[in-house]
Every structure is written in C-alpha cells, then in structure tokens.
C-alpha cells in the first residue's frame, strides 16, 4: 500500500520505519531539521534496550502536495497540529483513502457514531467552525490507540522505549477498511487489535493519560514519584474517578478501577511522561484534546467534573506563563 505518515514525530517515526521495512511505498510529511536529516541520512529507529537500530529511507517532503494520493494516511501529530493538517491533507486523498487518527485524547469525530446523541452532537472545542471534519470526514476514519513510548533524542533519530500494540476501529463498526490496516500493521511488527468499539478504547487510554500527563507537567515528576506520593495519588484518582462517570453518561464505560490503572502505571516502574518530556523540551503542550475535549463532553452530558476543571486552570495557566500552551480563539 501507499501509506503516508503525516506528522514525522516519534511515534510516527516508528510507523514509518516498520511499515517499509515491511515492504509499503511510505512517505512522511516532516519539516526542519526533522526533514533534513531524514533526507541525508535517513530515519533511523534504535531499540533503547538493545540498541540495534534500523534505518528506513522514506520519501520525506514538508509540502503534501508532492507526495500524491494515498491508499492511508496515518494522522500523528499532537492534537494542537490538527489545522494544519487539514489544510494540507486534500492532495493526499483519493476517492478511497483511509485516515487513520493515531493520538492520545479524545478525536474530534468522538460523537458522530455514538447512539448518545443521535450523531448530533459535536465536539466544537476541538473542532471549531467543523474545520477538521470537513477535511478529514468520519467516513474515511479509522481510529488508533498507541501503546507504545518512544523519544526523539535527535532530527532523524527515533529512541523506541517499549511497546508495540495498537488498537485499531472505525467509529461506528469495521469494515474492510480497518482490516486492511490492522493487517499492515500486524505485518510491520505491530501486537494490532482490532477493536468494536474503538471509542471506549480511546477513553480506557484518557484514563491515564488525562491525570498523569497534566500532573507530570506541573510537578516536574517521573511516575515513580508521582504514585508515591498519597496526596498527587488521591488527586489523580479522582480526576480518573470523574473520566469514568464522563464516559458513563455517554455510553462509553472504560470499565477499569482507577487504582488498578494507577498499578498498570507501576508496573511500568520510573518513566516521564510525553508531556512532561514536551515541557522539560520547551515544546507546546497537548492540553485540549486531554482536558478541555473531555469536559466538553461532561458538559454536553451533564456531569460534573471540578477535579478536571481544576487541573485544566492549572496546567493551561503554567504552560501559558512559559509560552507552551495558547488558548483557542473564542
């Protein structure tokens, strides 16, 4: 298949490496030094335990245009990245081409096929004026839940941590469309899941990622500390508490106890989160699609969530104060 990774990051990085080796045409949309070393010296992926590493030579351009219609394009830029994706994301399209959204927080197309709400219900803090939907349309969605870290501790350089499993669904039910990809991916190397009902996967991986990403950031802490630590635990739980009853009102029941998620977290033992690896990078911070999306939606549904309100103020104050976070129009 034609697959094109637009968004050239870590996680993409690896996508893209696996997926040639396992025979794809794959390109990547990437710009700056990123590009430059990729063009020179190839995209080199190195295993962190072992250190073997391999080197994939993908077409690499930072103008979509020049890559062509795809047969999949896989979207894994950070969720503040979104308008420009749909701004360049046309040409890649042919009458057939899959998106496939691989990104933490909730997607901006959470509630199209969703019985809660008939359909009718939108996430505009994510998706302002239905910019995204109308350049990325749910009909060509196929959604991505990525388990798997990873660094980019140079241009061209991909640092795989640990992972490799994948839960791949279209919102609505699968066709052939995610199996096509489930099956590409299970050849590249991937543990693919295919899954019913991605949604509900989208929020068992918000659980965690909507109390330790934002909370890492703030403390400066590894995760170790943070579990360690009774009252930034209790803090956390409740803010998982909340997710939960979110996710509840709307149909989607992420059926996980928050302390047995916190000691999936400790079973990972020391890590830092990619938030606060984006914070200590002076990179921007993906705070809407974890916190603002998700009380958009306690919103809609009537749920009260101060614990997740309290946090937002928190981690978007900081990340404004040190030019890491900029607040959507109104």
């Avoid at 690499?60 to 950070?78: E, F, R, W």
């Avoid at 980019?152 to 499993?165: F, R, V």
């Amino acid at each position: 298949m034609k697959i094109c990774i637009y968004g050239a990051g870590a996680v993409g990085g690896i996508m893209a490496a696996w997926l040639e080796r396992a025979g794809h045409e794959v390109s990547l949309v990437a710009r700056g030094a990123h590009l430059e070393a990729i063009r020179s010296k190839g995209l080199r992926v190195r295993t962190a335990a072992t250190g073997a590493e391999i080197v994939a030579h993908p077409r690499a351009d930072a103008d979509p245009a020049k890559l062509g219609a795809q047969d999949v394009v896989i979207v894994t830029v950070k969720g503040q990245s979104l308008p420009q994706v749909a701004e360049g994301i046309a040409p890649l399209l042919g009458p057939d081409t899959s998106i496939v959204t691989a990104m933490n927080g909730i997607p901006w197309w959470f509630f199209d096929k969703l019985p809660y709400g008939g359909g009718k219900l939108r996430l505009e803090s994510l998706d302002p004026g239905g910019r995204l939907s109308a350049a990325m349309p749910t009909s060509r969605i196929v959604g991505c839940v990525i388990h798997c870290a990873a660094s980019m501790p140079e241009p061209g350089l991909i640092s795989h941590t640990m992972g490799q499993k994948l839960i791949v669904g279209e919102p609505g039910g699968n066709t052939a469309r995610t199996e096509a990809i489930a099956a590409a991916f299970s050849a590249a190397g991937y543990e693919c899941v295919r899954s019913p009902f991605i949604q509900k996967d989208f929020w068992v991986k918000l659980l965690g990622n909507i109390s330790f990403n934002p909370v890492s950031a703030l403390t400066m802490a590894s995760s170790d500390r943070m579990i360690a630590d009774p009252y930034v635990k209790g803090f956390m739980v409740a803010v998982m508490r909340e997710c939960l009853a979110i996710g509840r009102a709307v149909g989607v029941d992420a059926a996980i106890d928050p302390e047995a998620r916190i000691d999936m977290a400790r079973a990972l033992g020391k890590f830092k989160t990619s938030m606060l690896q984006d914070m200590e990078a002076g990179k921007m911070l993906e705070i809407d699609g974890l916190l603002t999306g998700t009380l958009d939606v306690a919103r809609q549904a009537g749920v009260p969530a101060p614990y997740t309100e309290s946090l937002l103020g928190l981690i978007r104050l900081r990340a404004e104060t040190s030019g890491q976070y900029v607040r959507p129009a109104a």
